[in-house]
């Protein structure tokens, strides 16, 4: 069964510029939840998805957003690009919430962005 | 508060066994789990406990839980180079809508 895949791995924009970044859970999953990894700040959440509906959602101003569509594919979006937005991000999926390990998170092997 | 706390640094020499800390907040209804993560990539899932367990063993990972204390473990016996990484803790309530990581531990083995 194929991984987790992201989509582009990486990504070099500049400053006010927006980008988009895509996810693929792996097969039969449905939630998708995103991360961003910064050397400084570490591992933050982002948002999570399930039934194309967000049910939750990190502390992230509103230039990130997000969206999951009817396959469970996810992509998220960040407008208005600051310097400080240079990360790796991360997808995870699982099979769906309320299901025990089955909200035990596989993760993709991320996309990192640069902006200068 | 909903932080998860791990040490961030472990030195262990070829062969010893290491051992990694972490404490969590939430002490319902709630998985923990171990992830390892190499330079540049993302995150690989290492092995999984639910809450109402003491402890899992998977080959050379030995998981355990002290739920008084809420202080979970991860034992990783004869370590080798190539378990140089970062080790995550996760917590994740279920039914919650979010895994909550602490910050990581860097392992190093020395040869």
């Known amino acids: 069964k194929a991984g987790v895949t992201q989509t582009p791995r990486y990504l070099i924009k500049t400053r006010g510029q927006q980008v988009t970044l895509s996810c693929s859970p792996i097969?039969?999953?449905?939630?998708v939840s995103w991360y961003q990894q910064t050397p400084g700040q570490g591992l933050q959440f982002l948002f999570e998805?399930?039934?194309?509906?967000?049910?939750n959602k990190g502390n992230f101003p509103g230039r990130f957003s997000g969206r999951q569509f009817s396959n469970s594919r996810s992509e998220m979006n960040v407008s208005t690009l600051e310097l400080g937005d240079s990360a790796l991000y991360l997808c995870?999926?699982?099979?769906?919430?309320?299901?025990?390990?089955?909200?035990?998170?596989?993760f993709g092997p991320g996309t990192r962005l640069l902006v200068l | 508060g909903e932080d998860v706390e791990q040490s961030l640094f472990l030195s262990v020499r070829e062969g010893d066994s290491s051992v990694i800390n972490c404490t969590y907040t939430?002490?319902?209804?709630?998985?923990l789990y171990w992830y390892k993560q190499e330079p540049g990539a993302g995150l690989q899932l290492l092995t999984y406990?639910?809450?109402?367990?003491d402890m899992k063993q998977d080959q050379r990972l030995t998981v355990l839980l002290n739920k008084k204390d809420k202080h979970l473990s991860l034992r990783i016996a004869d370590t080798q180079t190539g378990d140089s990484a970062i080790y995550f803790c996760?917590?994740?309530?279920?039914?919650?809508?979010?895994?909550?990581f602490g910050a990581g531990t860097r392992l190093f083995v020395k040869a």
């Open positions: 995870a999926s699982s099979l769906a919430p309320g299901q025990g390990r089955g909200e035990t998170q596989y």
């Open positions: 097969s039969g999953h449905r939630s």
């Open positions: 998805y399930f039934s194309e509906t967000q049910r």
């Open positions: 939430d002490s319902s209804s709630t998985y």
């Open positions: 406990i639910f809450s109402n367990m």
């Open positions: 996760a917590e994740r309530r279920t039914g919650g809508f979010k895994t909550i």
